[in-house]
């Protein structure tokens, strides 16, 4: 009996011609089609605000059926740098670290926290690490 895959695959080529996606999520797709390796540190920075907003606005409402674009973009950032496939379990921990990427860097935009961006991973290695750090600490906040 042979064993069932179930990790997530991308399909790059499907979702650059999907035109239903959004614009961010096709153009990741097409950077790491030419590029295969891209850090989630530079894919935040890269963000627009209008981009980092839209995306934002999916984090708020995992109902919307647009919340599979933040899945999808977390797998492709996975493996970007270097992981492998998700199954059911990992994709659900690649989605929740990614929404709270997108937190963290809208909060960084707005000037309430410092943010490492080199630390944006999905790695294990990376769990232990500062993220953020509050600012105003020093003025009582």
Do not use: W
């Not at 979702?15 to 097409?30: G, M």
């Amino acid at each position: 009996m042979a064993s069932k895959d179930t990790t997530f695959h991308v399909n790059y080529d499907r979702v650059i011609n999907e035109k239903d996606l959004l614009a961010v999520t096709r153009l990741l797709a097409v950077d790491l089609k030419n590029n295969p390796y891209k850090s989630v540190g530079d894919f935040m920075q890269e963000l627009s605000d209008t981009d980092l907003d839209i995306l934002g606005d999916l984090c708020d409402d995992t109902e919307c059926a647009k919340f599979s674009e933040i899945v999808l973009i977390s797998e492709m950032l996975a493996r970007a740098e270097g992981l492998d496939p998700a199954d059911a379990n990992e994709s659900y921990s690649r989605t929740s670290a990614m929404v709270g990427f997108i937190t963290c860097e809208s909060l960084f935009r707005k000037g309430l926290v410092k943010l490492y961006r080199e630390n944006m991973s999905f790695g294990e290695d990376q769990k232990d690490k500062v993220l953020v750090e509050r600012l105003g600490d020093e003025d009582g906040y």
